[in-house]
């Protein structure tokens, strides 16, 4: 494959998540309801595309997802939802870097990116980084898209977009993007194996 650009989303990807365990136990919602609802809640974009405050967001969750819980806790909460890298993360991107440019489209808040710059090396490891709460655009809208393509500068079919959620993965391909579902840092060395990257 013809392949420059390796774009990364994060969590769920090269980032440990939790907090869905927490959100089940706060409600009265399965994995996939509320999976489901956070996708299209628009409390969630307005906070991650960086148009609400933290107390907002806090606030707005417990009742949109009528949580039992109060928004102080909830914060507290998903301030440690990202556990940290999958293993061997670091390695693998510093195995790559030297072939390919790689970067990260994640859609993400100032809150867990405070947390990426602080406690990891992640960011560092990167090339370039495209966050949500930056751009004030997230996936899957294609503006986004065309926003990383336009910036890196290279074709869309040499960019190999893996993501863990099927939606953001078809609008890559609606894009001109080669994207793969991807879940986990086994799922991200399987795909550049099978395409032999």
Same mark, same amino acid.
């Given at each position: 494959?013809?392949?420059?650009?390796?774009? %990364?989303?994060?969590?769920?990807?090269?980032?440990?998540? !939790?907090?869905?365990? @927490?959100?089940?136990?706060?409600?009265?919602?399965?994995?996939? #309801?509320?999976?489901?609802?956070?996708?299209?809640?628009?409390?969630?974009?307005?906070?991650?595309?960086?148009?609400?405050?933290?107390?907002?967001?806090?606030?707005?969750? *417990?009742?949109?997802?009528?949580?039992?819980?109060?928004?102080?806790?909830?914060?507290?909460?998903?301030?440690?939802?990202?556990?940290?890298? %999958?293993?061997? @993360?670091?390695?693998?991107?510093?195995?790559?870097?030297?072939?390919?440019?790689?970067?990260?489209? =994640?859609? @993400?808040?100032? /809150?867990?990116?405070?947390?990426?710059?602080?406690?990891?090396?992640?960011?560092?490891?990167?090339?370039?980084?495209? $966050?949500?709460? +930056?751009?004030?655009?997230?996936?899957?809208?294609? #503006?986004?898209? !065309?926003? *990383?393509?336009?910036?890196?500068?290279? +074709?869309?079919?040499?960019?190999?977009? /893996?993501?863990?959620?099927?939606?953001? *993965?078809?609008?890559?391909? =609606? $894009?001109?993007?080669?994207?793969?579902?991807?879940?986990?840092?086994?799922?991200?060395?399987?795909?550049?194996?099978?395409?032999?990257?």
């Amino acid at each position: 494959m013809d392949i420059e650009v390796i774009l %990364f989303d994060l969590g769920g990807v090269l980032v440990e998540l !939790t907090g869905v365990g @927490t959100m089940m136990a706060w409600s009265r919602l399965d994995e996939d #309801e509320i999976w489901h609802r956070w996708l299209t809640s628009r409390t969630v974009r307005q906070f991650e595309s960086g148009r609400s405050r933290t107390e907002d967001f806090a606030r707005d969750m *417990v009742a949109e997802f009528d949580l039992e819980t109060t928004p102080e806790a909830f914060i507290e909460a998903f301030i440690a939802w990202p556990r940290g890298l %999958f293993d061997g @993360t670091i390695e693998l991107l510093d195995s790559l870097s030297g072939r390919y440019h790689l970067s990260c489209l =994640s859609n @993400t808040n100032h /809150l867990h990116w405070a947390r990426f710059e602080r406690e990891t090396k992640l960011l560092s490891s990167l090339h370039s980084h495209f $966050a949500s709460h +930056q751009l004030g655009m997230m996936k899957p809208d294609i #503006e986004i898209y !065309t926003h *990383v393509i336009e910036q890196l500068g290279v +074709q869309p079919a040499r960019i190999l977009f /893996l993501d863990d959620n099927q939606m953001n *993965v078809d609008a890559a391909r =609606s $894009a001109g993007m080669h994207a793969e579902l991807t879940r986990g840092l086994t799922g991200v060395t399987r795909q550049l194996s099978r395409l032999g990257l």
